[in-house]
Every structure is written in structure tokens, then in C-alpha cells.
């Protein structure tokens, strides 16, 4: 009996001292921060994908966002499903001309392959490399060399990106494989060492080592007002001091010192299909308020690139729904960092 008491009482002292470092931590990710990267480049990502899925001219677009926002920093996924639907036939036309426009604009551009890269599905495998796992993963860095091999004297592509969030199992996706991913940072690394390679996790859902301990620079998402079927909307109660904790601890375990915000949450997170919800609906995670407040909220983290994720919903509330104002807040944005 007194040795169980003893347990009981170990047990005991451990959850408190547990339950006091979790509340520290809450309180220190909490407190005010007043400084901030005032130098902080802006950018964003791109997908023709999801343009054409919600029902706008993507290439009308992307001309805008280059021309109009004067967008210089650009996050661009190569969909291997649209690119390789038949094994062994390359349609590389709408990534040469994104790449074109780009360069004649002087922008910069993250080019992110793999099998997962941004936007639903997340995962874009085409269904004849499906047939088994050898077959995918021989296929998937067959196909990365593919693509690095054409663009690699690209002067406008600054950085590859190996993968989107590897280690984040979500969408329709296969389980994370570690040691797939090495094979395709090793490949990429042997293809062209002239370039960094970016590899992302989950902002609020991972420790970050596993993905920063890969990488020539780590790239975090960032999303603040969220939707659950459960719970609603709500906020994520951390500070910025959060990121600045956890870039703390991929320099001690991971050693790595170069990190940038690959995706800042700029549009909705509502339930199903943005853009069949009501603005009402969709306001109510993200408006053109919302969107100078994580931009703030990105720059008091500190890291030197943020990459706003929602320039195509901005493009259709503009043209779309004739509501500009989101567009116009994102132009002012990027004006103040020329």
C-alpha cells in the first residue's frame, strides 16, 4: 500500500510540474511582442490548380498579381499529374510560362516539386504510377530529375522546393516515408548544388527538426483563424513568440539558422469549397483586416520572407464578386517592403 501511495504521489508531482512548464509556456508565447521585421520580403504562392478550380483565368491572374501587386517573390508547384499524365510524355507549357513571365519581371521563384506540393489534394500522383509503392517512388524521383534537369540554368528559380510539409500526413496522400524524402533531397542535391533546397512542416503541428535537419532553409506555414466541425472558428492562442521558440529549437537540434514563412494563411478556412460559401461566411476567417494582421503578426516572428497563401481568392473576390478591397490591401502590402 505505501509503495502504491508512493507512486501515486511521484505521479502526482510529475503532473504538476508538467501542468507548470505547459503554463509558462503558454504565458511566454503570449507576451506582447513590440519589434518587428519591418525589412521582411513579401511573396506568395501560386497555383493554376486552384485558379482554374474556382473559376478564374489563371494566367489573367498571375499577369495581375505580377503587374498589378508587382509581386516579385513567387511560390510555384509543379503538379506531376498535369505535367506526366501519360509515363514518359512531358507538358512542362504552363510551367514555361509562368517561368517567362516571371523572368521578364525579374521575380524570384521558389519552384516546389514532389509528390506532394501545395494545394488539394496535396498529393498530385498520377494514377498510372499508382500500380505499386516501387512504381511510385522510382517514378516520383525520375520525375523530380526530369524537372530539375530542364530548369536548373534557370536564372529566376532562386531556390527548389523537395516537398510540401513531407512529414504532415493530410490529404489524400501516402504516409510520410523519410527515407523517400532523402532519396529526393540527395537526387535534387546531385542535380544542382548551385541552389538551397526548402523543406516545410506544419507551423502549429510539428517541432520542426525533422524537416530543418534537411534543409538549406526551413520553411514554415503559419495559419491563425481556423475552422473545426466541433468547435467552429477560432484562433490559435499562441504569439509570435511560438515561432521564435521553435526556431530556437531547430538551431540547438537541428542547427539550422535559415528559416522563412513558406505559407501565411491570407484566405478562408471555412468548412468545404471556399468559394461556395457566402462572403459573409468566408469573412469570418479571413478579410482584408485579417490579412494586415498576420502580416504583422508574420513580421514579429522576425524571419525575412513570408509568403502569403491566397493571392488567387483575392484575384476572385475582385473580379468575381467585385469586392477589390482584399486586393487592395495586399497591394498596399507589398508596396511598403519595395
Known amino acids: 500500500m505505501k509503495y502504491i501511495k508512493k507512486i501515486l504521489r511521484i505521479i502526482g508531482k510529475t503532473s504538476i510540474i508538467v501542468l507548470v512548464l505547459v503554463l509558462g509556456l503558454f504565458i511566454y508565447f503570449n507576451i506582447p511582442v513590440s519589434d518587428q521585421n519591418e525589412r521582411a520580403k513579401l511573396g506568395v504562392t501560386f497555383s493554376s490548380r486552384y485558379a482554374t478550380n474556382i473559376g478564374i483565368n489563371w494566367k489573367e491572374a498571375y499577369v495581375a498579381m505580377l503587374d498589378d501587386l508587382e509581386v516579385r517573390k513567387v511560390r510555384l508547384p509543379v503538379y506531376w499529374d498535369l505535367v506526366e499524365k501519360k ?42 504510377a499508382m500500380v505499386s509503392d516501387q512504381k511510385r517512388k522510382e517514378s516520383l524521383l525520375n520525375f523530380i530529375s526530369v524537372v530539375m534537369e530542364r530548369y536548373k540554368n534557370n536564372p529566376e528559380i532562386k531556390y527548389w522546393q523537395i516537398e510540401n510539409e513531407p512529414f504532415l500526413l493530410f490529404g489524400i496522400c501516402p504516409k510520410p516515408d523519410a527515407d523517400l524524402l532523402d532519396s529526393e533531397i540527395s537526387l535534387a542535391r546531385r542535380i544542382d548544388d548551385s541552389r538551397k533546397i526548402i523543406v516545410s512542416d506544419s507551423g502549429e503541428l510539428s517541432l520542426w527538426v525533422r524537416a530543418a ?27 509570435p513568440r511560438f515561432f521564435r521558440f521553435k526556431y530556437g529549437l531547430i538551431g540547438l537540434f537541428a542547427e539550422q539558422k535559415n528559416a522563412i514563412v513558406a505559407e501565411l494563411q491570407a484566405e478562408p478556412w471555412i468548412q468545404g469549397w471556399t468559394v461556395d460559401a457566402t462572403l459573409e461566411e468566408q469573412f469570418k476567417s479571413m478579410n482584408e ?13 522576425g524571419f525575412p520572407e513570408i509568403y502569403l497563401w491566397g493571392v488567387e481568392w483575392w484575384y476572385w473576390l475582385k473580379v468575381e464578386k467585385n469586392y477589390p478591397a482584399v486586393w487592395n490591401t495586399a497591394r498596399e502590402l507589398f508596396n511598403e517592403v519595395k
Do not use: H
Open 87 to 128: 509515363e514518359g510524355s512531358f507538358d512542362f507549357s504552363d510551367i514555361d510560362w509562368q517561368l517567362q513571365e516571371a523572368q521578364k519581371r525579374n521575380a524570384d521563384i521558389i519552384l516546389t516539386i514532389g509528390q506532394k506540393v501545395p494545394r488539394w489534394p496535396e498529393c498530385a500522383i498520377p494514377d498510372w
Open 213 to 239: 535537419r534537411r534543409a538549406d532553409v526551413f520553411g514554415t506555414t503559419m495559419y491563425r483563424n481556423i475552422y473545426n466541425e466541433d468547435w467552429g472558428y477560432y484562433s490559435y492562442p499562441i504569439g
Open 289 to 301: 483586416e485579417k490579412l494586415r494582421e498576420n502580416v504583422t503578426y508574420a513580421r514579429q516572428v
